[in-house]
């Protein structure tokens, strides 16, 4: 069975880094891509950053030049580097895995239990 966890969230100041990372664990044949959520209190969850099997990457106008997606084939893992974070990037983080169990399957979504982000001074 396929697993994906978060983790590296936490308590930062405005203006500060973090990072997150998710990992895919499990019976993978391959990753077709991974992309990062998010959701505040009161609101829908939102797609922040995404990467897929090749080269292309996805960032959310609000995350633009701040936010900075990876991921490591070999390792089925990936990395969310956040910088210059505000207030209202303040939630919880959700990693989402699309991914194929065997060569024939299609690709389905994995979702993580989600981290929580706190920007606040």
């Known amino acids: 069975q396929v697993q994906v966890a978060e983790s590296g969230g936490g308590l930062v100041q405005p203006g500060g880094s973090l990072r997150l990372s998710c990992k895919a664990s499990?019976?993978?044949?391959?990753?077709?891509?991974m992309g990062w959520y998010r959701q505040a209190p009161g609101k829908e969850r939102e797609l922040v950053a995404s990467i897929t099997s090749g080269t292309s990457t996805f960032y959310a106008d609000f995350v633009q030049g701040r936010f900075k997606i990876s991921r490591d084939y070999a390792k089925n893992t990936g990395n969310l580097e956040m910088n210059s974070l505000k207030p209202e990037d303040t939630a919880v983080y959700y990693c989402?895995?699309?991914?194929?169990?065997?060569?024939?399957?299609?690709?389905?979504?994995?979702w993580g239990q989600g981290t929580q982000v706190t920007v606040s001074s």
């Open positions: 989402k895995a699309d991914l194929r169990t065997i060569y024939a399957a299609p690709s389905r979504e994995y």
């Open positions: 499990g019976s993978i044949f391959s990753i077709n891509a």
